[in-house]
């Protein structure tokens, strides 16, 4: 069975600081995809940042940087110089090769303080 | 870049009434949409999987009768909640997969908060 844990219920980091919202995965199959997702108060899924199993090389999407760690099975979102409005919800997300389906993690509350 | 719109955002229904909700594809064609609920201050979590011209997949524990999943086109799935009671009223989503994206491709829809009163 696949699963996503988000142990990090809640952060609060200051504003223009880096940020990592932790997030391990657990899955049987050895082609998968991970993604975060950033969700505000009005409910639109943001994608930001996805990373194949098989890629050699972490992601990155401008301010957004994925820490793929395959043995340790975790895929950590990186957020450099934190702003105002990154304050939202992370979801952090799997899919596995054998189907298409996205499983979600239970996210993360990010508050950034000016 | 792909896009999917989800109507209505919001809406109230009386208990025991049925609600439709609309999810299309406006710029690609989606073989397979997916239906999420969430709660509030919590995950999103997977209530079916809605493929083009057949029934759809319900995951575990979600009450097929109650939730409609109907898949006419390769732009449009639409979720009817039966029959609807207070316990219903919740935050749901769609998802479509755009397969000419390699690797992902998965654009959500906007939202439709349900509230049953």
């Known amino acids: 069975a696949q699963k996503i844990t988000q142990t990090q219920p809640g952060m609060f980091v200051q504003e223009k600081e880096a940020v990592t919202l932790d997030c391990t995965y657990d899955t049987s199959d050895p082609s998968y995809g991970l993604f975060w997702y950033k969700q505000p108060s009005s409910g639109e899924m943001i994608f930001l940042i996805y990373?194949?199993?098989?890629?050699?090389q972490n992601a990155t999407e401008g301010r957004y940087s994925l820490n793929f760690q395959k043995a340790r099975k975790s895929a950590n979102l990186v957020i450099s110089a934190s702003q105002l409005g990154d304050s939202a919800m992370y979801f952090c997300?799997?899919?596995?090769?054998?189907?298409?389906?996205?499983?979600f993690g239970k996210g993360t509350r990010l508050h950034i303080l000016p | 870049g792909a896009v999917v719109s989800q109507h209505p955002s919001w809406v109230i229904c009386k208990s025991g009434t049925s609600v439709k909700i609309e999810c299309r594809s406006l710029d690609f064609q989606a073989t397979t949409m997916f239906w999420y609920r969430q709660f509030p201050k919590q995950s999103l979590m997977l209530m079916a999987t809605?493929?083009?011209?057949?029934?759809?997949?319900?995951e575990q524990g979600v009450e097929k009768d109650k939730f409609l999943i109907n898949h006419a086109s390769l732009t449009l799935s639409t979720l009817t909640v039966t029959s609807a009671h207070p316990e219903d009223s919740s935050f749901y989503i769609c998802?479509?997969?755009?397969?000419?994206?390699?690797?992902?491709?998965?654009?959500f829809g906007s939202g439709t908060r349900l509230t049953v009163v």
């Open positions: 809605s493929n083009e011209g057949s029934k759809a997949t319900y």
């Open positions: 997300a799997m899919r596995a090769r054998r189907d298409d389906k996205i499983i």
């Open positions: 990373q194949g199993s098989y890629d050699q």
């Open positions: 998802s479509a997969r755009d397969r000419g994206h390699v690797g992902y491709g998965y654009t």
